[in-house]
């Protein structure tokens, strides 16, 4: 009977490793639980044979009074982080500086807990977590009921490897369904899930959460032979280890920005929570070399994806006004990093947007990036307010001019009805001069705000002007020969910019950089836009009637014309000087998506192309999405275009109907 009892623990174990480890199940659900009630059985009858490495073990059961504290051999060191494409560029030139070529190992970053195991003549004796990286907690009465780690190796080798447990999203989901059913509080999210879930002093609850696990680190490859880190992923398998499949062994820094924008894109496809991308040098001797800061090893980095949602406090609301005379409540947070970028402030748009979200001076409040552009205030914690925190007022009057504020009937906004309100030429003075409008380097808001205060700029074409103060501009603190030099350089250059950049640039309500070069475009000429009739305007695809009728009246403005002909007369250009619009009948008046790693064009160059030939380009697939253009590794947009019956088109295709 024990030995019955011996063939049933193998014969199981080979079954776990092949379903829950290699996703290729190898008997049926019935015969697997046959085998299993079988073994209890024999293991209730005789329990003085019960093995440590048995699969009964995972069903879970120990009761531990509290967490006993485990130093750990070798250090369990976390990561140094990144946020940003430039800062994965900078990991790698630091490590080129020290004349290494490495290849780097991508994997992702699973949202979960750090585990060590620790395996003696191939059996698990014990596991641990990070803890502060030398001393972590036992956990091993939990780990054992995890079924993807095995009891036992395929080899009776001592080793201990590194890796994450986590929660799939489905089974969070079924788990708060059942929580639901009987009334108990939902679990957040799959990391704390994972996380309350091995800290549970009663094994069977860890058992019923039926947790996931991927191994990723050996800390000491050298001591098996191995000579890098892909070999070292390979050996952990071969024990029967579960290894994550999207790992990819990459050959330069360009090869791992694609690795991180392709797993970026199939993120909400994943059956796991990833929050960024693991990049390891490859070769041991290599990583041995660079070496380790206090903190982190020198070779290696996580690259973190843009955080969906982060908290912070809002510190208090100020008011701006805009170039239009728009007074828009702006929060001041406590600086926090979204979306790669450190957020200090963020819109609030108008009094209603603050009132509805009930916002306070001293909130704690939750931020995200919309679009990945403009940070928004998404909501409140309420939860989180001590009694201190101070309601919101409106002002009534200018923070500029303190005019009265007006609010036009059937509108939410405050305007600053006051035509000559600094604040309002200021504004309308630094959009100008913005990238996306006539782009002039080095005057950026603060320099724009300093030259209008020291009256060398009144007006926009006083931009053009500057060189008559040379002297006095080079006196300035700050200030030099050279950088005045370059500053008035690049005045001089922006006077050859196309015409949508001008147009862009003079600020017309309504009218954005997209439609800014729609018009000219389909005008050419400063002098035929400012002819062009409603009708006419209307007529163009993406002009409506609100625009159209706003750049008429931008332009019947005697001021505004003056402006523009004064820019004349100082040279600037007022002809649209790109590829001419040559509609073509697979792409005029339709909308493409682009997805996946482009081989044969930059995405800016597909986009371009489209654009020539009367087509417009969108980041998201809807039921308007006329063809989605898939690259190598497309993501979720593919999907969802096979799922909405759209067009596929490869970039192959793509390229045919363009030379077609």
Not at 61 to 79: D, N, Q, W
Request: proline residues 4%.
């Amino acid at each position: 009977m024990q030995e019955r009892m011996n063939e049933l623990i193998d014969i199981i174990n080979e079954a776990d490793y092949n379903y829950h480890t290699l996703d290729a199940p190898t008997m049926t659900d019935q015969e697997y639980d046959m085998y299993l009630r079988e073994l209890y059985e024999i293991e209730e009858e005789h329990p003085e044979w019960v093995r440590e490495d048995s699969p009964t073990q995972h069903a879970g059961g120990k009761i531990i009074e509290g967490f006993e504290k485990v130093t750990h051999k070798i250090p369990m060191m976390s990561l140094s982080d990144v946020f940003s494409e430039s800062e994965v560029i900078a990991f790698d030139e630091r490590i080129q500086k020290e004349g290494i070529h490495p290849e780097y190992m991508c994997e992702l970053k699973i949202d979960g807990l750090s585990v060590s195991l620790l395996y003696e003549k191939g059996k698990l004796v014990r596991a641990a977590t990070r803890g502060d990286g030398t001393v972590g907690e036992d956990i091993t009465h939990n780990v054992k009921t995890i079924k993807v780690i095995p009891l036992r190796l395929k080899q009776d080798v001592d080793i201990e490897v590194r890796g994450e447990i986590f929660m799939n999203k489905k089974t969070l989901e079924e788990l708060n369904q059942k929580r639901k059913e009987k009334g108990e509080p939902l679990l957040q999210n799959c990391r704390n899930a994972a996380a309350g879930s091995i800290r549970q002093l009663d094994s069977k609850i860890a058992a019923e959460r039926k947790l996931d696990n991927f191994i990723y680190h050996l800390p000491n490859p050298l001591d098996y032979g191995l000579k890098t880190h892909a070999e070292a992923i390979d050996y952990m398998a071969s024990l029967g280890f579960k290894t994550n499949p999207n790992n990819r062994l990459v050959k330069n820094i360009k090869e791992v920005l694609e690795f991180i924008e392709e797993k970026g894109e199939l993120r909400p496809t994943l059956p796991y929570d990833i929050d960024g991308v693991v990049i390891k040098v490859n070769s041991i001797e290599q990583q041995q070399k660079l070496g380790y800061t206090a903190k982190y090893p020198k070779w290696a980095t996580a690259y973190k994806f843009p955080a969906e949602e982060v908290l912070t406090k809002l510190k208090d609301i100020i008011f701006t006004v805009g170039r239009t005379g728009q007074i828009t409540p702006n929060a001041v947070l406590d600086p926090v990093i979204v979306a790669g970028s450190t957020i200090s402030r963020a819109t609030l748009h108008n009094e209603d947007y603050v009132k509805e979200k009930d916002l306070k001076i001293g909130d704690i409040v939750s931020i995200r990036k919309a679009g990945d552009v403009i940070p928004e205030v998404v909501e409140v914690k309420k939860e989180r307010r001590t009694g201190n925190e101070k309601d919101f007022t409106m002002i009534t009057e200018c923070p500029m001019c303190h005019t009265t504020l007006v609010k036009k009937e059937g509108q939410v906004d405050y305007f600053c009805p006051n035509s000559k309100c600094p604040a309002r030429h200021v504004e309308g003075l630094i959009h100008f001069v913005s990238r996306d409008a006539m782009n002039i380097d080095g005057l950026g808001d603060r320099i724009m705000e300093d030259f209008y205060n020291f009256h060398y700029i009144g007006n926009i074409a006083d931009i053009y002007s500057l060189k008559q103060h040379e002297k006095e501009l080079i006196r300035l603190e700050g200030y030099g020969d050279k950088s005045v030099s370059n500053l008035l350089e690049a005045i001089e250059n922006s006077k050859e910019n196309s015409l949508e950049k001008l147009i862009f640039g003079l600020g017309i309500p309504h009218v954005g950089a997209k439609t800014a070069k729609i018009l000219a475009q389909k005008f050419e000429t400063m002098d035929a836009l400012q002819e062009a009739s409603l009708e006419t305007l209307t007529s163009i695809p993406d002009v409506g009637e609100i625009i159209a009728k706003s750049i008429i009246e931008y332009f019947a403005d005697s001021h505004n014309s003056g402006i523009v002909e004064e820019l004349k007369d100082l040279g600037i250009n007022m002809k649209y000087l790109g590829e001419k619009v040559e509609e073509k009948e697979d792409f005029a008046g339709k909308t493409f998506v682009l997805t996946g790693s482009l081989e044969i064009f930059t995405r800016e160059e597909a986009e371009s192309r489209i654009e020539l030939l009367g087509g417009k380009t969108s980041s998201s697939v809807s039921k308007k999405t006329d063809a989605v253009i898939v690259g190598a590794n497309p993501g979720s947009k593919y999907d969802k275009a096979k799922e909405l019956g759209i067009p596929i088109w490869t970039e192959q295709e793509f390229e045919e109907k363009l030379n077609s």
